[in-house]
């Protein structure tokens, strides 16, 4: 992908707050399929989801990232570019409200 697709990615303020975190963590922890999950910030409160499913396929992997985005999910704007890899798929998600601030997320299903 072109870095100027990435563009938006990388200018994009976000907003994370502690309990995003928990209310991830709890999402995730009831979600079909998924064995187990890691969710962490960094310092520009970027979010990072790991998730490691029961048996990977990537339709088990799609659906569990469109529930978390839809679980995220602010009411004006949605986006998000996905990578397949072997056994691993690598979603960039950011959502927001108007303007630019809102969730970062960076989402790894193996």
């Given at each position: 992908?072109e ?11 976000p ?19 998924v ?11 970027k ?22 985005s ?8 949605n986006?998000?570019?996905?990578e ?7 979603y ?19």
């Amino acid at each position: 992908m072109e870095a100027v697709n990435w563009k938006i990615f990388e200018e994009f303020r976000p907003h994370a707050e502690p309990e995003m975190l928990e209310d991830i963590r709890l999402f995730l922890g009831v979600e079909e399929g998924v064995s187990e999950c890691r969710v962490e910030t960094d310092e520009s409160r970027k979010i990072y989801v790991n998730i490691l499913l029961d048996r990977f396929s990537y339709l088990l992997a799609k659906n569990v990232f469109l529930h978390l985005s839809e679980f995220m999910r602010h009411s004006y704007f949605n986006v998000y570019v996905c990578e397949e890899m072997e056994e691993r798929v690598c979603y960039r998600f950011i959502t927001g409200l108007s303007g630019k601030d809102g969730v970062k997320m960076e989402v790894v299903i193996g």
